[in-house]
């Protein structure tokens, strides 16, 4: 069992004007289906007695997906997972470096690395279906995805359910010897380029996702620049309106002073290799990928080996707008690293573009590497596995027995009910709505709530019994909690789909 981190927030105070500034706008946060996630206070008043809990996650014993058909040469790495919970199906995007299917020894493989799919029932046991679409040797028996201009070194799909034309529904970034390209699809299978010249240049990792307020298209990427007297990986942003003409990159996200207190030599390092981003209600939720990077001595036939290695991990950071971001302290990391010589013991490379929710839980699945970034193979194999968290678990909002509380910024609730995910179990939890000047509502007091004492992801808030909530107007959401941890709020609204 890992510990978890604390950050202290007693008297809390975030002033009216700095929320505006941040967003909470006369119109109120939207409060739907994306929750309000409490990694950092993007959607938050004010909070007194407070205590934020960063949770690592719980991984499984031995990776999801591996490397066991003859095209893929011992490395694959997580681009997307996503899951329908209409169907309860899986979706998996993988890359892999491609082996032809005639290749006698090992080291034998294709410049590229390609886009693979597969699929699951579980999220536990994959298939790799037979799509015919990439030509491995003299054989389409494979579940290889064609795209044109070859494959990428790093990527993710995006599902774009607010895309009018069905045959751009799925969202390709990926970056190839050309630079960073764009694909479009109808079913997340066959593909088709936006441009055949890339749409951003340089780099090697790239992870997208999608502004839900300004309906932008967010690309994180990978570029190198001095920090510190170094020339460091480090993260860059650039945004579209039509995933084909891209924003001059800027620099969002890199290696502070406190990331290098573990440097021993002039050489030592640590550098950002890639980060995933997704949003909640108030922002977003950043996974960088943390690289501790030290001189290697390698013999020239290992084959994957680089001039440097070190260990990877995979931290938590958030965001109000994408752009500056603040950090857990301290730096733990959200998914632990398993012990020497396992799957996952040597680095977390990175993580898909964004969690899934199943069943009162959420997952996250990773590339996993059994050695330091820079190992040889053998003995390195590159690996995906999955992290699990109570449903948006982590982070958490906690109160002691002398109890504490916490005010939201104004939200625009977008259903009849607000759904609170809080483990209220050896203690209580009350709700209350306030104008969006923070004025009391008749009806909706915390003299009126209903007592909260359990555990559950999906309390229905209620007043007297009545559950209807205010969506007319902004509202802010208070608690009152003793013994009890709050991890996260929404007002689900039923798919069109």
């Known amino acids: 069992m890992h510990k978890a981190f604390r950050l202290i927030l007693a008297l809390c105070f975030v002033p009216a004007s700095v929320a ?6 006369a119109q109120g946060i939207p409060l739907r289906n994306l929750p309000l996630l409490f990694a950092d206070d993007s959607g938050l008043e004010r909070m007194v007695l407070i205590v934020r809990t960063v949770h690592p996650g719980r991984t499984l014993e031995k990776p999801t997906l591996v490397a066991d058909q003859p095209w893929e040469y011992l490395r694959v790495y997580v681009a997307t997972v996503h899951y329908n919970p209409a169907v309860r199906k899986f979706r ?20 590229d690395t390609k886009l693979l799919y597969a699929t699951s029932d579980d999220g536990l046991r994959w298939d790799k279906p037979v799509l015919g679409l990439y030509a491995v040797g003299d054989s389409t028996a494979n579940n290889v995805l064609e795209f044109e201009g070859g494959g990428g070194g790093e990527g993710n799909v995006m599902v774009d359910d607010e895309e009018a034309d069905p045959a751009r529904r799925y969202k390709l970034l990926l970056h190839n010897r050309r630079g960073y390209m764009a694909g479009y699809s109808a079913d997340g299978i066959r593909w088709n380029e936006y441009s055949a010249k890339p749409v951003l240049a340089q780099g090697d990792t790239i992870k997208g996702t999608k ?3 300004t309906g932008e298209y967010m690309a994180y990427h990978k570029r190198s620049a001095f920090v510190r007297g170094f020339p460091r990986r480090v993260v860059w942003l650039s945004r579209s309106r039509d995933f084909l003409t891209w924003s001059e990159p800027g620099l969002v996200f890199g290696a502070d002073e406190a990331d290098d207190e573990w440097s021993r030599g002039p050489e030592d390092r640590t550098e950002v290799y890639l980060m995933a981003v997704f949003p909640h209600a108030a922002g977003f939720i950043g996974f960088p990928s943390i690289f ?8 020239k036939e290992e084959v994957g080996a680089t001039p440097t290695t070190g260990p990877m991990d995979i931290q938590l950071a958030a965001s109000r707008d994408g752009k500056v971001w603040t950090r857990s302290w301290p730096r733990l990391a959200i998914i632990p690293r ?11 490379y990175n993580t898909a573009s964004e969690p899934v929710d199943v069943d009162g839980e959420t997952w996250l699945y990773y590339t996993a590497i059994n050695t330091g970034h820079g190992g040889p193979i053998p003995p390195k194999s590159v690996t995906i596995g999955r992290a699990q968290w ?18 939201t910024k104004p939200l625009r609730l977008g259903s009849p009910q607000l759904v609170v995910n809080a483990d209220a179990s050896r203690g209580r939890l009350q709700v209350a709505l306030l104008e969006a000047d923070g004025r009391p509502i008749s009806g909706y007091s915390l003299n009126e709530s209903d007592d909260f004492s359990s555990d559950s992801t999906r309390w229905i808030a209620r007043w007297k019994g009545k559950a209807d909530v205010i969506t007319d107007r902004p509202v802010r959401v208070l608690f009152e909690m003793r013994s009890a941890r709050l991890y996260s709020i929404s007002c689900p609204v039923p798919s069109k789909r």
């Open 338 to 348: 398993g012990a020497p010589g396992t799957f996952d013991g040597g680095s977390i």
């Open 20 to 25: 505006l500034l941040r967003g909470a706008t």
């Open 292 to 299: 501790r990077h030290t001189p290697h001595i390698f013999k």
């Open 390 to 407: 109570r449903l948006h678990g982590f982070a958490s909002l906690d109160a002691g027995p002398e109890g504490g509380s916490i005010e």
């Open 211 to 213: 502004n839900p307020s």
């Open 92 to 111: 998996m995007w993988y890359f892999a470096r491609i082996r032809p299917s005639n290749a006698g020894g090992a080291g034998v493989e294709s410049p």
